[in-house]
C-alpha cells in the first residue's frame, strides 16, 4: 500500500517569510495533486503535476516534482495570512479510480 | 466553484440511531467518493461510485453504506451510528477517474 508522508505537520510563520512543505511517497507517483483546505471548509485543487521533473507556478506557489517521481514539494514566496490552511498532497492511485492523500501540512501564517 | 452541496452540514446523533449524508452536485460527473477527516489520519475513503448503481469499497467502509440512483445524488448511510463515526464528511465528484477530485463544503457528524 502506497504510503505519502508530508511534512512538516505543523508550520507557524510570520507574513513575509518564506516556507517550504514536502510529500515523499514509498512509490512512485501517478498523478500528483496538490489541495489546500481552509478551516470549515473542503480541500480545493491547487494543482496537478504528472512529469518528472516538472515545475508549476501559481503566484506566489511554486510546485516542483521530483525527476524520479517519488517526491514533491510546494514553496510559497511571502506567505500571507491568506495562506493558512491545511495543505494536501495526493496520488491516483494507478489504474484505479481513487486518490491516496497525505496527511497534510497545517500552516498558520500571522500577520 | 463545481456546483457539490452536502447536507445537512451538521448532525448530532445519538449512539445506534440510522444517519443518512447527501451528496448532490450539478456537473453531471461520473465520480463521486465519500470521505472522512479525522485528525491525524487524513482523508479517508469510505466508498465510491463510478456511475449510477456503480459502487464500491474504500479503506474504510465498514459500518458505511452508499447509494446512487442518480447521477447528481450519491447517499452514504451509517446504519447504526456509533462514536467511532463522529468525523467530518466530505463528498467528492470528478469528471475522469484518478484525476482532480472537487469537494463539498463537509458535514461534521457528532454521534453521542
Known amino acids: 500500500t502506497q504510503l505519502l508522508e508530508q511534512s512538516p505537520q505543523f508550520l507557524s510563520i510570520q507574513e513575509g517569510e518564506n516556507l517550504t512543505v514536502y510529500c515523499n511517497s514509498s512509490s512512485v507517483f501517478s498523478s500528483l495533486q496538490w489541495y489546500r483546505q481552509e478551516p470549515g471548509e473542503g480541500p480545493v485543487l491547487l494543482v496537478t503535476?504528472?512529469?518528472?521533473?516538472e515545475v508549476k507556478k501559481l503566484k506566489r506557489l511554486t510546485f516542483q516534482f521530483g525527476d524520479a517521481r517519488k517526491d514533491s514539494s510546494l514553496h510559497i514566496t511571502a506567505a500571507q495570512p491568506g495562506d493558512t490552511g491545511l495543505y494536501l498532497c495526493?496520488?491516483?492511485?494507478?489504474?484505479?479510480?481513487?486518490?491516496?492523500f497525505g496527511t497534510g501540512t497545517r500552516l498558520q501564517v500571522f500577520p | 466553484d463545481a456546483g457539490i452541496t452536502q447536507s445537512p452540514r451538521h448532525k448530532v446523533t445519538e449512539t445506534g440511531t440510522p444517519v443518512t449524508l447527501r451528496c448532490h452536485q450539478t456537473?453531471?460527473?461520473?465520480?463521486m467518493y465519500w470521505y472522512r477527516q479525522d485528525p491525524g489520519h487524513g482523508l479517508r475513503l469510505i466508498h465510491y461510485?463510478?456511475?449510477?448503481?456503480?459502487?464500491d469499497k474504500g479503506e474504510v467502509s465498514d459500518g458505511y453504506s452508499v447509494s446512487r440512483s442518480k447521477t447528481e445524488d450519491f447517499l452514504l448511510t451509517l446504519e447504526s451510528a456509533t462514536s467511532s463515526q463522529t468525523s467530518v464528511y466530505f463528498c467528492?465528484?470528478?469528471?475522469?477517474?484518478?484525476?482532480?477530485?472537487?469537494f463539498g463544503p463537509g458535514t461534521r457528524l457528532t454521534v453521542t
Open positions: 456537473e453531471n460527473h461520473r465520480y
Open positions: 467528492a465528484i470528478s469528471g475522469r477517474p484518478s484525476y482532480e477530485q472537487y
Open positions: 461510485s463510478y456511475g449510477v448503481k456503480d459502487t
Open positions: 503535476v504528472v512529469t518528472g521533473g
Open positions: 495526493a496520488d491516483a492511485q494507478g489504474d484505479t479510480d481513487k486518490l491516496i
